[in-house]
């Protein structure tokens, strides 16, 4: 029961920050839509989210029980730092001309950057040959395939909203905005599969979750600032009175960093990076929902095709994980037992006459 409730948690875990993660899509595009920058968003976001995880995280990892921040340790927050910077402001400018449902659907090649990423930095591993090995890669393959048809095949529209002026594409019919939006996107993908990978490579060095956030939030607060104040040139930029800008900042700051990507951490702490990373494709089927009801966005067949080979190429994966987790659970309850086995055999031989 222990060990089926330690792999069920981090699973439920992932759909509910999924579904924040969609959230915090759809309210980062209003904001920016509000005539918000991404910088002063990002710095409004990160900052709310450190206000929140101050407290939390030192409650939780009190003195006691922390471990040792060491400055190769504060360097490994410096560059989480610095890439979370990049992935929010990267991503946030590639939804300024992308919609919500793109754009998540292309963050679904992020399991695919991740696997390659893992294996060249030594975090994922391909020791378990045979049908463990060639689920993970076909699954993240199929995915990755999965995405590519929602990017760039849009087909007849099956559900048409009265809110969206934009007319159904074909393959490769997408204007140069929803084009740049989506090299933008692909940039992103690069940078959060780095971030992931080294969010593993800390949390195997200092394991406290939430103090790893709170200075990962802390550091883009002061990143994003700066940017602001030195690109942006425009304080009204600053401004919360437009009450749709207020309840985005509040969402991100609250299910963004404070929520979601805390819940991430933890599991590539419990699982391993391409468990996380997987879990992206299953956001374009709520992006989808969440886009036709709040944000007019009409949802076409490409989007249903690549939804339904998305789920068959995360499945593959999770099924390659779960083996693979059986695996080296059963080679450590055999390590286990060995010593034990020795230590028998020595006793009798010792009372042999």
């Not at 600032?225 to 207020?246: G, M, P, V």
Request: proline share 3%; charged share 10%; net charge positive.
């Amino acid at each position: 029961m222990k060990m089926k409730m330690k792999g069920t948690l981090p699973f439920l875990a992932m759909v509910i920050g999924q579904i924040a993660q969609v959230g915090l899509t759809l309210a980062g595009k209003k904001a920016i839509e509000t005539g918000m920058h991404n910088f002063s968003y990002v710095f409004y976001s990160n900052f709310f989210a450190s206000l929140i995880l101050l407290p939390t995280s030192f409650l939780i990892h009190r003195s006691s029980n922390r471990p040792p921040l060491t400055l190769s340790v504060a360097g490994g927050f410096l560059v989480v730092g610095i890439l979370g910077f990049l992935v929010q402001v990267v991503g946030y400018a590639g939804l300024t001309y992308a919609s919500a449902t793109v754009a998540t659907a292309i963050l679904n090649l992020i399991p695919g950057f991740t696997f390659i990423l893992a294996i060249i930095f030594g975090v994922e591993r391909l020791d378990h040959g045979g049908v463990t090995k060639w689920a993970k890669i076909i699954g993240t393959l199929v995915s990755i395939l999965g995405a590519i048809i929602v990017t760039f095949y849009t087909g007849p529209a099956i559900i048409t909203s009265h809110l969206t002026s934009i007319a159904p594409q074909h393959l490769l019919g997408q204007s140069s905005e929803f084009i740049l939006g989506g090299v933008l996107m692909l940039i992103d993908c690069v940078l959060a599969a780095l971030f992931i990978i080294a969010q593993a490579v800390i949390l195997k060095r200092y394991s406290a979750v939430l103090i790893l956030m709170l200075a990962y939030c802390s550091i883009i607060t002061v990143l994003s600032l700066l940017a602001s104040l030195i690109l942006e040139h425009d304080l009204s930029a600053f401004s919360l009175q437009s009450k749709t800008r207020f309840l985005a900042i509040l969402y991100a700051g609250c299910f963004g960093a404070g929520f979601q990507l805390t819940i991430g951490a933890w599991c590539v702490k419990m699982k391993g990076p391409l468990f996380v990373a997987m879990f992206h494709p299953l956001g374009i089927v709520i992006a989808a929902i969440m886009g036709v009801i709040f944000l007019g966005d009409s949802l076409y067949l490409g989007s249903l095709l690549g939804s339904g080979v998305i789920v068959i190429g995360f499945y593959g994966v999770m099924w390659g994980k779960g083996k693979e987790d059986r695996i080296v659970e059963g080679n450590m309850i055999e390590s286990s037992k060995t010593p034990l086995l020795q230590d028998d055999i020595h006793d009798d031989n010792v009372m042999l006459p």
